[in-house]
């Protein structure tokens, strides 16, 4: 079992910046695919990134890509989120969350597929 702790969600205008972080304890971090989701009021839970164990693969819906990079840091149990030129339809609560994959360069993309969530950080992008 794993457990995740986000962070760094706050307010920010149209365009600027904001960096998550998601911090991991519990079973080897290594084990797992890493994903990030939001989720807006009304709205269902999406994917916005998902990291493979070995760091080098990663995939984004076309929503964020170009603006939003996910990385990991295995020796640190450490996950972000740089999200960049940030939209008022970027507000949400976003989410990390953990799924087991016995496959090194493995990605997950359905959030059936993970096993363990972070209680969620707020993101609110003013216009």
């Known amino acids: 079992q794993v457990q995740l702790v986000e962070s760094g969600g706050g307010l920010v205008q149209a365009g600027g910046s904001l960096r998550l972080s998601c911090a991991a304890s519990?079973?080897?971090?290594?084990?797992?695919?890493i994903g990030w989701f939001r989720q807006a009021p009304g709205k269902e839970r999406e994917i916005v990134a998902s990291?493979?164990?070995?760091?080098?693969?990663?995939w984004y819906p076309v929503s964020v890509q170009g603006r939003f990079t996910i990385s990991r840091d295995n020796a640190r149990n450490t996950v972000y989120l740089q999200m960049n030129s940030l939209k008022p339809e970027d507000t949400a609560v976003y989410y990390c969350?953990?799924?087991?994959?016995?496959?090194?360069?493995?990605?997950?993309?359905?959030?059936?597929?993970?096993?363990?969530w972070g209680q969620g950080t707020q993101v609110t992008v003013s216009s």
């Open positions: 990291i493979s164990r070995s760091t080098t693969i990663t």
């Open positions: 969350a953990a799924g087991i994959s016995t496959m090194w360069g493995n990605l997950l993309l359905s959030k059936g597929s993970y096993d363990f």
């Open positions: 519990g079973r080897t971090f290594s084990d797992y695919v």
